[in-house]
């Protein structure tokens, strides 16, 4: 008998995560997911003559619910987006999420736990609103567990992180096609794993295009406005200032927006920008602002995918995998081909 196609089979042939074909197969409104690779998925559903199945099984006498823990829900705009993305997913195999914020209170921790194990869920995802590597407390090896936004250094649990290096490379690429040769990076803070990846991300293009890094126009601005304006206007007054910057974050960008209007500097026409996350003003601002989406909606979906698929006959070494999803380049105007 012929094996019958699984969406991780269509994710394989289409490049993309289980995540994003989940998000295309079931026609999830306002999915963060491009026409080209909306694209791909439906051709390598076709190909495979791949049908969504029934939900996934679950053991009997376990609970359809899903531990999802968070350390904080209130320092950032993310924490929603992991939330609602774990929720969604979950709603399509008919599983419901449980969210306990913890703040990494091994006593809150253990409660939670204890809760969860008594009432026989299906297990739990693990998450960070800062992507970092983590050591995760022995009290989560009592249920199936995935990592969302962190990783362990020792590989025990499967795990999905943004692809920031990645993403620090679209973001200065794009620059580059656009002519421009002295481009400034601001980067986040140096303990933010985040902010060193996509430095990294910046000084690969930099060196694949054969353009030299002038290091006095990489510049650590924290990741506020204030620390992007300041830092902005310090790079655009010099006698031989960027023609282009690539922001660690969109606050830093908006940070560049206000130095240009009080240098009389126009965007993108004077000088040209570029943030990272997508924050929700991003597209609002004037000009819109060209950027990355951290993909953190379509990251907590893999996580609801791979926690049921523990279930699942999966060869459990294959599962043990540090996955990185691409943040996606959102083009606008803010960026402009450099003057001659």
Same mark, same amino acid.
């Given at each position: ?33 491009s026409? %080209?690779?909306?694209?791909? #998925?439906?051709? %390598? ?12 099984? #679950? ?17 950032t ?16 195999q ?16 253990q409660? %939670? ?107 650590? %601005? ?8 300041e ?8 006698p ?11 606050r830093?960008a ?11 500097l ?18 609002n601002?004037?000009p819109p602002?060209?950027?990355? #989406? ?17 279930y ?8 043990l995998?540090?996955?990185k999803?691409e ?14």
């Amino acid at each position: 008998m012929e094996k019958r196609a699984t969406m991780v089979d269509v994710a394989e042939l289409a490049g993309v995560s289980q995540a994003t074909v989940s998000l295309v197969l079931n026609g999830v409104p306002n999915a963060r997911v491009s026409k %080209a690779t909306r694209r791909r #998925v439906l051709e %390598a559903a076709e190909q495979l003559s791949y049908r969504r199945g029934k939900a996934h099984p #679950v053991p009997k006498g376990r609970k359809r619910v899903i531990g999802l823990f968070l350390d904080e829900v209130s320092t950032t705009p993310f924490a929603a987006q992991f939330i609602e993305g774990a929720r969604d997913e979950a709603a399509l195999q008919d599983v419901t999420v449980a969210m306990f914020c913890t703040q990494s209170d091994p006593a809150l921790e253990q409660a %939670a736990i204890d809760l969860l194990v008594s009432q026989k869920t299906i297990g739990v995802i693990y998450t960070t609103l800062i992507t970092r590597q983590v050591t995760v407390p022995e009290a989560f090896s009592e249920l199936p567990l995935v990592l969302l936004n962190c990783y362990e250094r020792k590989l025990r649990f499967p795990s999905v992180v943004p692809g920031d290096i990645v993403g620090g490379y679209t973001a200065t690429q794009a620059l580059l096609r656009a002519g421009h040769r002295r481009i400034a990076h601001m980067t986040g803070e140096i303990f933010v794993e985040a902010a060193v990846d996509r430095e990294n991300g910046f000084r690969q293009a930099m060196a694949e295009w054969n353009v030299p890094v002038d290091e006095d126009l990489v510049k650590q %601005a924290g990741w506020t406005i204030r620390g992007g304006r300041e830092t902005a206007l310090a790079l655009m007054s010099r006698p031989n200032p960027p023609t282009a910057i690539f922001c660690f974050n969109d606050r830093m960008a908006i940070g560049c927006y206000e130095a240009a209007r009080m240098l009389g500097l126009s965007v993108p026409a004077d000088i040209s920008i570029v943030g990272f996350d997508n924050e929700d003003l991003a597209a609002n601002m004037d000009p819109p602002l060209s950027t990355l #989406v951290l993909p953190h909606d379509e990251m907590a979906r893999w996580a609801v995918a791979e926690l049921l698929d523990s279930y699942e006959d999966a060869d459990q070494d294959e599962r043990l995998q540090k996955v990185k999803i691409e943040c996606e380049f959102i083009e606008r105007s803010s960026v402009a081909a450099v003057k001659g």
